[in-house]
């Protein structure tokens, strides 16, 4: 049997058009309109809890040239061999957490994201974990954690807040216990997650939270 909230999410992906313009990181994370851009994918893993549903997330390594020690979704860029956006995440989340796909239900896929700095459009795959194990980083050089949040906390408004980043421009962010600050394109999809599936509550967009210099 499904989640109460499964199909209500699905209903709600299946009509969404791209993030609304306050999801927007660094003002740039958009409904993806460029041909030329590389695909790649991130896999939106949701399962029942006790505290609700979750949602499975990663912690990038702190030696990795791009992005080290961000809070992540498994995922990453399309190989040759991929069938599709899902074949993609499915890959990407059994090389690096061990996910087993025969766990996974695929449910939708939503708009593609374009990300010009790194010139790659998204595509979030939103799938129910229906039969959740035991997941590990593969390799220590690429993924250092996996991280279990309950998607009540991250509704919860004092998770919630604004990331302000050197360029000027902000984006939200979210500040869970024993998890590093969740910010960038991970809280843009986080936040419009929360939207389609009703959880979000009111939250302080005046709330500053401070992004660890590098």
Known sequence: MNPSWWEPLLKAAAEAQGPTPERVIEGHLRPHAREDARSAAVLVLLCESDAGPSVL???????????????????????????????????????????????VSVGATLPPLWIPVSGFAVTPVLALWRRPHTVAPQAASEVAAAHQVPLPVLADPASRGTVGYPSGRSGPGFEVAGVPLIWGFTAGVLSWLLDLGGWSRPWDRSRTMELERR
């Open 57 to 103: 997330l990663q912690q990038r390594a702190a030696t990795l040239r791009h992005h080290p020690g961000e809070v992540a979704f498994p995922g990453g860029a399309a190989d040759p061999g991929d069938a599709d956006a899902a074949a993609t995440a499915l890959r990407e989340a059994a090389e690096e957490l061990a996910v087993d796909p025969a766990s």
